[in-house]
């Protein structure tokens, strides 16, 4: 099922005027059976097409272009989802930028996962937390006692 999704989108991808820069349909060269995925890049991609909009789970880029940094937060921020992002520049600046993203975690030049810090979404990414503090109180039950006044 996921090989057909992934093989419906990036058709898609094609059919609404995407650039294909590399990959496409099919399995990669020299494979003949399995759920393998070409890798695919698309470019000149704009945020109404269906390859921007959904989360595809598989070896597809689509690059979309940006006139400056407002117009890229903008576009960044319209979506349902928001598990996600990545912030490349200065490290002042960029933390700047990724605190206007509506996303549960954003990495900041190329970093990598901190276990120590919370995992988890906004929107249709989810509202849970895993990892870290945050992930540890998901598990705990909260009492609440009225009643009483402490001296």
Known sequence: M??????????????????LVAGGPGRPEGVNK???????????VTNDMTIAREEIFGPVLAILPY???????????DTVYGLSGYVQG???????????LRTGNVHL?????????PFGGYKQSGNGREWGEFGFEEFLEVKAVMGYNAA
């Open 2 to 19: 996921q090989f057909n999704k992934i093989q419906g989108l990036i058709q898609k991808g094609i059919e609404e005027g995407a650039t």
């Open 34 to 44: 399995g759920y393998y995925v070409r890798p695919t890049i698309f470019a000149n």
């Open 67 to 77: 006139k400056d940094e407002e117009d890229a937060v903008a576009i960044a921020n």
């Open 90 to 100: 200065e490290p002042e600046h960029a933390k700047k930028v990724a605190a206007r």
């Open 109 to 117: 030049n190329l970093t990598g996962p901190d276990l120590n810090a």
